[in-house]
């Protein structure tokens, strides 16, 4: 198990696994719960990128390395702005996450963890998502788990994305406080009772 970090230690979250692990989901719901900007790094990626995964070619280093200049280029920003942000990206190898995090140590890994049947069922299922099923094996192939030294937060993709977006924030250290949305209406019951 992961050592809790503080959060006033983490500046990005850089959520990471293989296409169809739930990035973006649980990064987008992981902002709102804590309230931090959000970034997906599909965003970032040039279009000569889009089009090969349209056609179902595999990405190879050469297409990778100006999107990961580019998601750390956001990240540089993010901490030179003062804000806190995460951002989804795959980050399969670790010449990527070197790249994305290296030195930086408010920058922290969240690895979404799960096999290749169960995330490959979950593909299938997807109509708008521009990475085919077909290129699951190749994700898996590419695949290099983080290490400790990584300070990697490890959490499965079995439960519910609410689930995970909870277990993420008490491995952060933030512990069992409420949710942003049970905060805001508490915040607004009380604003009314005034």
């Not at 990626?45 to 349209?54: A, G, I, R, T």
């Not at 297409?63 to 951002?87: F, K, M, S, Y």
């Amino acid at each position: 198990m992961t050592a809790a970090a503080p959060i006033d230690d983490v500046a990005v979250l850089v959520v990471m696994g293989v296409s169809g692990s739930g990035k973006s989901t649980i990064a987008a719901m992981l902002a709102h719960r804590l309230q931090w900007i959000y970034e997906d790094g599909d965003w970032l990626h040039p279009q000569s990128n889009v089009e090969k995964m349209h056609h179902g070619e595999p990405l190879n280093d050469q297409d990778r390395w100006p999107w990961l200049h580019a998601i750390a280029d956001w990240i540089d920003n993010t901490r030179r702005n003062g804000e806190r942000g995460i951002v989804a990206c795959s980050a399969l190898k670790r010449a990527y996450r070197d790249i994305l995090i290296g030195s930086r140590r408010d920058v922290r890994l969240v690895y979404l963890q799960g096999d290749q049947d169960l995330i490959g069922r979950r593909i299938a299922a997807r109509a708008d998502h521009f990475m085919p099923p077909e290129l699951l094996d190749s994700q898996f192939a590419a695949l290099e788990e983080p290490q400790p030294d990584e300070r990697p937060i490890v959490v499965s993709v079995a439960p519910h994305p609410r689930e995970i977006v909870e277990t993420i924030v008490k491995k952060l250290g933030i512990g069992e406080r409420t949710t942003v949305g049970a905060d805001s209406e508490r915040a607004a019951r009380s604003q009314a009772e005034r």
